[in-house]
């Protein structure tokens, strides 16, 4: 035993040693608290899981309207991979006769689809037959798997992910990720000497640039989950000790996991890609079990730092850390020789802009938020993993982006307007159901700000004229479709004191016309002659009961003085379409939980708020507009021998146009103008209808075939009188009436006068 003879070196002795207990209290006291906080903490990780959004799954059987190359394009959509042979799910290959398909299984609402390999055949109209493959077992109807088209995420955090189990990745990942960011993984408790030795003899030599590092996975978990990027001594202890004490506690299995799930991988805006799972999906379009060995590489690749490793921006850089990533595999026994240099010759294969990724639709998107709020939590919305099925419907909502983008600059250019001057919108809805099918509301359609076609409240113009007539049609004692308006000047004086004289657009009278024609030509006077001698109160109540609520209780109302969005117009003319059944436009299908259990049904509400004949009969004269009137110039576009509904909208000073329609199976509204309200020299029939007809053409729409209900009969009618036509009368027509209020007179025809055999007959049935 050593004796200190020296009293103050004896009391420095005794001070260091009770000053070394003191902290070793002291910081086992610390650990033990580090301890509990990183258990709790582990524990208490709520991964943030926004609610993913679907578009509506492609139905395929015999007959479906779809041609083989557009099945191709609707698999290349959804990631689908040509090959020489059917290789495993998410892969098609063109045989003789046939196209190939092994179809990914997908968790339906209504139940799942397995896997399966189907053979589809067909001719210039659609599928002919889609059997499944090794059978000659028909299929008569099967679907795609829908593609992933959104997040909706809380307001607090941009995050988003999609959860993936260790056990159901393809093994090359988690042994890719280890080869590459901790080859001692399996053997550390949490930090690796060796790593940090050999970062800091590397970084010692290194004089500029992006230093090495020595963090474990582990600690590259514990700092993405709990710290924060800053670079300092304190947190890069913090961040060992936390991570040494959390391997005490969480199995190797769960923190690989945890780190696939958690790891910053890229951003989309202001979206945070988290996570392998949405990564694949983010860059290549498709599930991690479809990744090749280089797009395996290039994700794990991206770990390392997505914002310098980004793939869409540094192609040169990102290859060289792909083919380095390769030959770390080939070195681990991961891939063989050949494979690695097969794989290095590929491209990077990653998709364009924002294409792999949520918010491609997000005019859809954003009336998808808008219809679930108030229907569940936000906090569930955003971190419960919901999965939303939605009306959306791919094609329709390409063909609607595609109208846009290619037709706004040729009006610009007729129009000799700057280019960028004009903006767009447009919805397009499903006869049947009320579905909400497309959707955009920028000439950028990719742009997720104002969404003018929820937002812009803009006058509707002659869009309104149809409910006019509808409330004169629903007075069959009064009006039918040949009854003569007068065309004559009008002047009213408004409560204001004001005095209001509407004019015809082309400003010309035009005598006693047709109540069809006023329609079809959209004359103002007569629609407001009409409007007045029906009553404000009537005209109102029909537009509010075709869906539309709050408009204005003016006679200016009868012209378009009310404004409305272009999903607005959709709904009101959808009840038109559907023969005076008002369904609530929905862009929601279906809600589940993320175990696949439904949250809520989503089933169309059908109620009868328009009369059924008077409908009809407006129907029958919004054809005309397309026939002869404001809208002949979608003839020149359209399928012949189809009919179509529709009417032009043209605000005051063309500071807005319109086009509203309908075929047998959609509905479609455009709407073109400038946010600053200026005029822009269009108006319906050489703006919007332009746009509307290419979409209803594209769209492949089909003829609205008008059928007659039981309230409605046909009569053969003199063109001069609108009165019943006799043998003698040149260029009948057959219009339809109200039962009941068809005309008793003849027309004074050329033949009046004459006798014939059958006159008796004729004076019978008179």
Not at 24 to 32: D, E, F, K, N, T
Not at 179 to 201: C, N, P, T, W
Not at 341 to 348: C, F, I, Q, V
Request: glycine residues 10%.
């Amino acid at each position: 035993m050593i004796r200190i003879k020296s009293p103050l070196l004896r009391w420095l002795v005794i001070g260091l040693a009770i000053s070394i207990s003191v902290g070793v209290v002291a910081l086992s006291v610390w650990l033990i608290r580090l301890d509990k906080e990183v258990r709790t903490r582990y524990a208490g990780v709520k991964w943030v899981l926004p609610a993913q959004v679907y578009a509506s799954p492609l139905e395929l059987y015999p007959g479906a309207p779809i041609t083989v190359p557009e099945l191709r394009r609707e698999l290349d959509r959804l990631g689908y991979r040509l090959s020489d042979e059917l290789t495993g799910p998410g892969t098609y290959q063109i045989g003789p006769e046939e196209l190939r398909v092994d179809v990914r299984g997908f968790a339906f609402w209504d139940g799942a689809q397995k896997e399966q390999r189907v053979a589809f055949r067909g001719d210039a109209k659609g599928l002919t037959a889609v059997r499944m493959m090794g059978s000659d077992q028909s299929i008569d109807l099967m679907r795609l798997d829908p593609m992933l088209i959104g997040s909706i995420y809380p307001s607090h955090s941009a995050e988003d992910r999609v959860l993936v189990k260790l056990d159901e990745v393809p093994p090359l990942l988690p042994q890719t990720l280890i080869q590459v960011e901790d080859k001692a993984f399996e053997d550390h408790f949490g930090v690796s000497i060796k790593g940090i030795l050999r970062a800091a003899i590397t970084n010692a030599f290194r004089s500029g640039g992006r230093k090495q590092g020595g963090s474990t996975i582990t600690q590259q978990l514990i700092k993405n989950l709990f710290l924060s990027n800053e670079q300092s001594y304190t947190r890069k202890i913090r961040e060992a000790l936390m991570a040494i004490l959390l391997e005490r506690h969480v199995s190797k299995h769960d923190i690989l996991e945890a780190y696939l799930n958690e790891v910053w991988l890229g951003q989309d805006g202001k979206r945070a890609i988290h996570g392998f799972g949405l990564a694949s999906q983010f860059y290549f379009n498709k599930p991690l079990n479809e990744l090749r060995p280089a797009e395996v590489a290039l994700l794990v690749g991206i770990a390392k730092g997505p914002t310098v490793y980004n793939p869409r921006k540094y192609v040169e850089r990102v290859t060289e850390r792909r083919d380095l990533v390769l030959r770390l595999m080939e070195e681990g026994g991961l891939i063989r020789a050949d494979e690695r240099e097969a794989e290095a010759l590929s491209p990077l294969g990653v998709l364009n802009g924002k294409a792999g990724g949520v918010e491609r639709y997000p005019a859809f998107i954003d009336l998808v938020r808008r219809q679930i709020k108030g229907l569940y939590r936000e906090e569930d919305l955003g971190s419960e993993g919901l999965r939303i099925f939605t009306t959306l419907d791919p094609r329709a909502q390409e063909r609607l982006e595609a109208r846009i983008v290619a037709d706004l600059p040729d009006l610009e250019k007729n129009r000799q307007l700057k280019a960028g001057t004009l903006q767009a919108a447009g919805v397009v809805t499903s006869v049947e159901g009320g579905e909400v099918l497309a959707v955009v509301g920028d000439r950028n359609v990719r742009y997720p700000g104002f969404n003018r076609a929820l937002d812009s409240q803009r006058p509707i113009g002659s869009l309104a004229k149809p409910f006019v007539y509808l409330a004169a049609l629903a007075e069959p004692s009064r009006y039918n479709l040949y009854s003569l308006i007068a065309d004559e000047p009008i002047e009213l004086k408004m409560p204001n004191g004001s005095r209001w004289a509407p004019k015809n657009y082309d400003h010309k009278l035009h005598g006693a016309v047709p109540l069809y024609t006023a329609l079809a030509k959209s004359y103002n006077l007569p629609t407001v002659k009409v409007g007045l001698d029906l009553g404000v109160d009537r005209v109102h109540d029909l537009i509010e009961a075709a869906g539309l609520q709050g408009p204005p209780r003016l006679p200016s109302m009868f012209l378009g003085a009310i404004n409305a969005s272009p999903l607005d117009v959709a709904q009101i003319y959808s009840t038109l379409a559907a023969s005076g059944y008002l369904t609530p436009l929905l862009a929601i299908r279906e809600v589940m939980t993320k175990d696949g259990q439904p949250l809520s049904r989503y089933s169309f509400q059908l109620k009868q708020t328009l009369p059924e004949g008077p409908v009809y009969l407006t129907n029958w004269a919004m054809q005309k507009v397309i026939e002869f009137g404001t809208g002949r110039w979608a003839v020149s576009v359209l399928p012949a021998g189809q009919r179509y509904a529709g009417k032009t909208g043209t605000t005051d000073d063309a500071r807005d146009s319109w086009f509203a329609g309908f075929g047998g199976d959609r509905v479609a509204v455009i709407w073109v103008g400038r946010d600053d309200n200026k005029p822009v020299g269009l108006d319906g029939a050489a703006g919007a209808l332009r746009i509307w007809g290419r979409l209803m053409r594209d769209l492949d729409a089909r003829g609205l075939d008008l059928v007659a209900p039981s309230s409605v009969v046909e009569a053969a009618i003199d063109p001069q009188t609108g009165l019943l036509a006799d043998e003698g009368c040149a260029g009948v027509i057959s219009v339809p009436f109200m039962s009941g209020a068809v005309p008793t007179d003849y027309a004074p025809c050329a033949n009046a006068g004459q006798s014939g055999p059958l006159d008796w007959l004729k004076d019978i049935f008179r």
